[in-house]
């Protein structure tokens, strides 16, 4: 006995039940195909008296034939059925005629495509200036594969050579030249003579002046002490943006040492007298000797001239000389006059030589020995530092550094008591080097509040921002005179910049330049004075197209996310857009824009009662717009280099940076993801999830996750996101998305949104394929499956990957016989320290000793940070150098028992 509701050999009767668990991609709604139907029917034959004498079952009977012609019907039917069904809910339905109908429902309008922005810095010519102005277009130079892009400046640029390329440093610390193995940087002003000059390898002289009593010794390790004089070496000499470093091969931390770099050693007269003179015969034969080592006659006395040798008295006037009086004295004199003299130091009947006498000041003290003192002539004044340093990275405040300038003539009062002019400038000087009378001249009221700004570093690393506050001059070292910064003095101009994210990271000081003149661009070409047609007031709901697409939508702080760069006049008079005509007046000239299928934009009015109606004339409708959008405009960092307009003046322009942002038109797979959360959301922002679903239905972003945190200070939305294709936002880019959330938020709130965090993945398998099958083949197809399966379509933030989808993905792949993961895990960065990558581990439940696979991994969600903060969710990222298949080894063949 067969079970009921089935026909003979097992198959169900005819109609099937339907049943469609939640979540499914497809829904079932066929209650019968070909087979089932013709069974069920072949079967009811003996149930109906009529048809009891029918009792053939071969198919070339015509009753069996048309039994089976009406199965076919049925099948047909029902498979349309099933599609039909499948059309009516939006999960699942195939066509975009369909998702775009559903969409209607909940009045959705997919969302046309989103402009990329670019920041883009202008190099100027030497002396020039002037005005780039908004509209500016520059193209882009493509790459293999790509297309030309055009870009048009959002907003004017006041450019001005001077502010082309700056050094840019954070607050520069005090410090002690001598002191540190790195070196310190030598004074701006100093900076020709040392750079023509100095040589690694040449010698140098460390010096503490003072008398007996304020001894201090100094030295190091390979080096000549006498002392208070280290004798050491050039050990680098760095030219750099900031100026010249001078890094000497010894160090010292006394006070007041100073660097000098010797010229030549200077004999006194009588520095080889012997404590006794040889013996000589008188005329008698009696030996006659003198004791020459008395104090009266090897002393110099106090305040008397340094009695040299005859051959130095050529020494100019201010030449400054180090002399040593081992256990007395160190001193650095100048040279005030030198003349020529004689000296006897055997009495008075000894030999007289002949000396220059060298007056110096300050005057020395009493010289006990001369044979014990050193002179050494100095090369010029001794080093001058900056006594300044700056970090490694910069924060909100830039320092410029440079000589301060004094532009106007200082006051008569000033000139009568001649006093440096007060500085109202800072003269940018290049890296040694280079012409100082070409160095630009940079006043603070050449950074007034507002400019736009660009820190460029290596590798298309860059911050747009603007200036915050009131630009200064600021000493550099110890506070100035009365009257402020004087000219000649090394100063700096600060540069207060708008606060950058928390989670923006800092830049490399050493590396970053600042780029004056710049100005935001968006990706789009303009159309000027289009004429869209004529108005006519007797017609309905006019529509007029424009000629070009897709129309240009810019990134703004709206519920939206983005504004058309679209402005339609009719007989000359703005109208404005509306969202919908349902609802506008019948006095508004209002239009609402409508996107076909195709990517064209249609402009509609009204039809007098939802709207006015355009007045009637001839060519009287007419539009300025930018066409141009999509994922296309996001073109490399440096490859906006061509201007499509001359400007006298202008020698090159580039963006520091890639473009941003950016987002294809929606299509059917977007729609169904993102038109549900309109319906929770309606334009205001209450719950965390309404945040999420707020930006991505800008079109600006793919992925999104928020959730309430505590940070350390109270509880703010954070919000993490992921563009179009995995990418990121710069700080200017995820500032706009904050304001866009605030926008439609209670005005309490605060927002933050951050960048995912990428998580690298690592994967291993091996694959037997089908004997049948091309090994490569199988091969290619498994690597493509799972790097799809881990790519950025198929993971999301936070969302734990499991081992068992990595096997449904390759086992699908055609000629694969067999899968084995032989690793799956997370792959540690190059660099990463044993501790970080241990706690990593543990934050995610990961067992390094654990040698099975793990059968899911975790990836952590918005979260407070530990000490304070917020930490961004992560996204699974598995690179193509970490995932690799490989072809599984041949099982041995098969033995005979010994049988041959």
Not at 214 to 225: D, M, N, P
Not at 589 to 616: F, H, I, K, M, W
Not at 620 to 628: E, Q, S
Not at 864 to 876: D, F, I, Q, R, T
């Amino acid at each position: 006995m067969r079970p009921p509701g089935t026909c003979p050999g097992g198959l169900p009767e005819t109609p099937l039940p339907v049943d469609n668990p939640a979540g499914l991609p497809a829904l079932r709604a066929r209650i019968g195909d070909f087979a089932s139907f013709q069974r069920t029917m072949l079967e009811r034959i003996a149930a109906q008296p009529e048809l009891a004498g029918l009792t053939t079952r071969d198919q070339d009977d015509h009753a069996i034939t048309l039994l089976e012609q009406w199965a076919a019907l049925g099948d047909v039917l029902t498979f349309h059925q099933e599609r039909y069904v499948n059309e009516h809910f939006l999960g699942t339905a195939v066509l975009d005629e369909s998702v775009h109908r559903l969409v209607e429902l909940i009045g959705y309008r997919p969302r046309p495509g989103v402009s990329a922005t670019a920041t883009l810095a202008f190099t100027l010519a030497a002396g020039a200036a002037l005005t780039v102005p908004a509209g500016f277009p520059v193209q882009s130079v493509p790459g293999p594969g790509e297309q030309p892009q055009t870009f048009e400046t959002l907003e004017g640029c006041a450019a001005d050579w001077r502010l082309n390329a700056l050094p840019a440093y954070g607050k520069p610390v005090a410090v002690d030249p001598l002191a540190g193995a790195e070196g310190a940087l030598v004074h701006p002003a100093d900076v020709p003579r040392w750079a023509g000059v100095l040589r690694p390898g040449d010698p140098m002289l460390i010096v503490v002046e003072g008398p007996e009593s304020a001894h201090v010794k100094i030295g190091g390790s390979g080096t000549r002490e006498t002392g208070s004089v280290l004798r050491t070496t050039v050990a680098a000499l760095d030219a750099g943006p900031d100026g010249l470093r001078l890094r000497l091969a010894a160090q010292t931390a006394a006070a007041g040492a100073a660097a000098y770099r010797p010229a030549r050693s200077l004999l006194v007269n009588g520095h080889d007298v012997p404590d006794t003179a040889p013996p000589i015969m008188s005329k008698n034969g009696d030996k006659i000797t003198w004791d020459v080592g008395k104090a009266s006659e090897v002393e110099i006395a106090a305040g008397a001239p340094l009695p040299l040798e005859r051959k130095n008295e050529s020494l100019a006037v201010g030449t400054p000389l180090l002399v040593v009086d081992p256990g007395a004295f160190t001193r650095v004199v100048r040279v005030t006059k030198t003349a020529p003299g004689t000296e006897q130091l055997l009495g008075a009947t000894g030999p007289t030589s002949q000396v220059a006498e060298v007056t110096v000041d300050p005057e020395l003290p009493k010289i006990a020995d001369r044979r014990k003192v050193q002179v050494v002539q100095l090369d010029g004044e001794a080093v001058r530092w900056l006594g300044l340093d700056h970090p490694d990275r910069l924060g909100n405040e830039l320092w410029i550094p440079g000589l301060a300038v004094a532009t106007a003539p200082p006051p008569p009062a000033e000139a009568e008591a001649n006093a440096g002019a007060a500085a109202d400038s800072v003269q940018v000087l290049g890296p040694p080097g280079t012409d100082r009378a070409a160095a630009p001249v940079v006043a603070p009221a050449d950074l007034p509040r507002g400019r736009r700004l660009v820190l460029a570093a290596p590798g298309g690393r860059a911050v747009a921002t603007t200036v915050q506050g009131g630009v200064r001059l600021e000493p550099a070292g110890a506070d100035p005179a009365a009257g402020g910064v004087r000219a000649g003095d090394a100063c700096y101009l600060v540069v207060p910049l708008a606060a950058q994210p928390e989670d923006t990271d800092p830049l490399d000081a050493a590396a970053t330049t600042l780029l004056g003149n710049a100005a935001t661009a968006s990706h789009g070409v303009t159309v000027p004075h289009e004429v869209l047609g004529s108005g006519d007031a007797s017609s309905a709901f006019q529509r007029f197209a424009l000629a070009h697409g897709p129309l240009t939508r810019v990134p703004a702080a709206t519920p939206e996310g983005s504004v058309t760069a679209l402005t339609v006049r009719v007989g000359g008079l703005a109208s404005r857009e509306v969202p919908q005509l349902l609802g506008a007046g019948p006095d508004q000239v209002v239009y609402e824009l409508c996107t076909e299928a195709d990517g064209s934009t249609v402009v509609q009015y009204g039809d007098g009662t939802n709207g006015a109606r355009p007045r009637s004339g001839a060519g009287n409708v007419v539009a300025d717009y930018r066409y141009g959008a999509g994922l296309a405009g996001r073109v490399g960092a440096g490859t906006l280099t061509q201007p499509l307009h001359r400007l006298p003046g202008l020698d090159a322009v580039a963006n520091p940076a890639a473009a941003q942002g950016g987002a294809d038109r929606e299509d059917g797979s977007a729609l169904r993801e993102r038109a549900p959360g309109t319906v929770r959301v309606l334009g205001r922002a209450v719950s965390a999830a309404d945040c999420a679903d707020l930006l991505v239905a800008t079109g600006q972003v793919a992925k999104a996750r928020a959730a309430t945190v505590w940070d350390g200070r109270g509880l703010l939305i954070a919000v993490t996101v992921a563009g179009p294709a995995g990418g990121t936002f710069d700080p200017a880019g995820r500032r706009l998305l904050a304001r866009t959330v605030a926008s439609a938020s209670p005005p309490y709130r605060r927002v933050v949104v951050q960048d995912f965090t990428p998580v690298p993945l690592v994967l291993a398998v091996t694959v037997a394929p089908n004997p049948a099958a091309e090994a490569e083949t199988v091969l290619a197809g498994v690597r493509a499956a799972l790097a799809g399966r881990l790519g950025f379509d198929r993971t999301d933030l936070a969302r734990a990957l499991h081992l068992s989808d990595l096997y449904l993905a390759a086992a699908a792949v055609p000629g694969a016989a067999t899968v084995t993961v032989t690793r799956f895990g997370f792959a540690r960065p190059p660099g990463t320290p044993d501790a970080v990558w241990a706690a990593f581990l543990a934050d995610h439940g990961a067992d390094p000793a654990d040698g099975d696979l793990p059968e899911r991994l975790r990836l952590l969600d918005v979260r407070a940070g530990a000490g304070g903060g917020v930490l961004p969710a992560e996204l699974p990222v598995l690179a193509p150098d970490q995932l690799t298949v490989t072809l599984a080894a041949a099982p041995p063949a098969p033995t005979t028992g010994g049988l041959t």
